[in-house]
């Protein structure tokens, strides 16, 4: 049974650009969430997905945007990056119609912006 | 909005001993969920143990036990016989029930060190 996946593990981009991380939820489940961690303190949430729509949104710009496809994978995008988006983002997937309420996380995407 | 608080930014625990991890949260709800991850650096979240606040019986699960006091809004993880593996950092987290939005508000996290 496969956890959650991300993907790229590491990646490095300039000011100004685009990026995209994927994720590819744990089997069987349907809600995507997706954080951001700066170092040395605690994961920011970004936004949640379920049924292809965003359902729930933290404190960040427009700049971050997301998708969720048929099969409930998951991207997130980033426009116009900046320094400060330099970070790990994690993604983490949960059952909605489980009573438990536990996110399982994916080992993250580490986002180095120069 | 929900806080999550943790005022350890470092521990340290000596193999086979024990030690407890502080969290305090403040919220206005009655029903909602807290949460200890842990954190390693391999920089995988791993749940290490959850209570529902409806429930009055504190949380265990093998070495990591929880003590949870509702009315005081404190949320401490206690492990006992701390192993080398133990070692990361633990963050403490709380979510509403799914039907409400389940995103997980954390702490700023405890460093955990484990001498041998």
């Known amino acids: 049974d496969a956890g959650v996946t991300q993907s790229p593990t590491h990646l490095i981009k300039t000011r100004g650009q685009q990026v995209t991380l994927r994720c590819s939820p744990k089997?069987?489940?349907?809600?995507v969430s997706w954080y951001q961690q700066a170092l040395g303190q605690g994961p920011q949430f970004i936004f949640q997905?379920?049924?292809?729509?965003?359902?729930q949104r933290g404190n960040f710009p427009d700049r971050f945007s997301g998708h969720q496809f048929p099969n409930y994978s998951s991207e997130l995008n980033v426009n116009a990056l900046l320094l400060g988006d330099s970070a790990l983002y994690l993604c983490?997937?949960?059952?909605?119609?489980?009573?438990?309420?536990?996110?399982?996380f994916g080992a993250g995407t580490r986002l180095s912006v120069l | 909005a929900q806080t999550v608080t943790q005022s350890q930014p470092e521990m340290s625990v000596q193999e086979a001993e024990t030690v407890t991890l502080s969290c305090t949260y403040d919220?206005?709800?009655?029903?909602?969920?807290l949460f200890w991850y842990k954190q390693p650096p391999s920089r995988q979240m791993i749940l290490v143990i959850r209570?529902?606040?409806?429930?009055?019986q504190n949380a265990t699960e093998n070495r990591f036990s929880v003590n949870f006091q509702k009315a005081a809004k404190s949320f401490s993880l206690k492990i006992s016989d701390s192993q080398l593996g133990d070692a990361a950092m633990y963050f403490c987290?709380?979510?509403?029930?799914?039907?409400?939005?389940?995103?997980?508000?954390f702490g700023a996290g405890t460093i955990l060190r484990v001498k041998s």
């Open positions: 983490a997937s949960t059952k909605t119609t489980s009573t438990k309420n536990i996110q399982y």
């Open positions: 089997s069987g489940h349907d809600t």
């Open positions: 997905y379920y049924e292809e729509e965003e359902r």
């Open positions: 919220t206005s709800e009655s029903d909602y969920y």
């Open positions: 209570q529902e606040a409806y429930k009055q």
């Open positions: 987290a709380y979510s509403l029930p799914m039907e409400y939005g389940n995103k997980l508000v």
